[in-house]
């Protein structure tokens, strides 16, 4: 079976998100999921790939869980 | 924020997995994010926005894991 999902991120801070998000990116451990991070403007795009449903929510909550660390230590370095 | 989520199954069970989910389309409970699904041929669409990515983390996994098992019955049923 064949998964695909496509997550869209409003928000100013897509580019040093993505940037910080590089190494996860380039070191990807497994050959069940695969992900793209892409920025463009002001929105964030996730898309993860994935054989089943177990890869398709680990990988994503994953990666969401990295996006939503990366938004918060972004918000503080705006606040500081 | 603004996030979305489309999640795109290729399965020959996209209308008995539709179906056996009306229920819980139709009780959805909380506002800060809701859900789309929808069986076109043998593709299943799960749309999931969400104001935060909290909300949006639990609710793509609840529905995951609701379209799991729904996956695993109709598979079941099929061998039966």
Redesign the interface.
């Known amino acids: ?11 100013d801070a897509a580019l040093s998100v993505y940037r910080s998000l590089l190494p996860e990116i380039e070191s990807q451990v497994t050959d069940r999921s695969s992900i793209d991070l892409r920025p463009e403007g002001s929105y964030l795009y996730l898309t993860v790939e994935a054989d089943d ?2 890869s ?2 680990s990988t ?2 994953t990666w ?2 990295l ?2 660390v990366a ?1 918060e230590v972004s918000a503080l370095a705006d606040n500081s």
Chains 1, 2 share one sequence.
């Open positions: 079976m064949k998964l695909v999902t496509e997550s869209v991120f409003e928000t449903l177990v398709m929510r994503l909550n969401l869980r996006i939503q938004l």
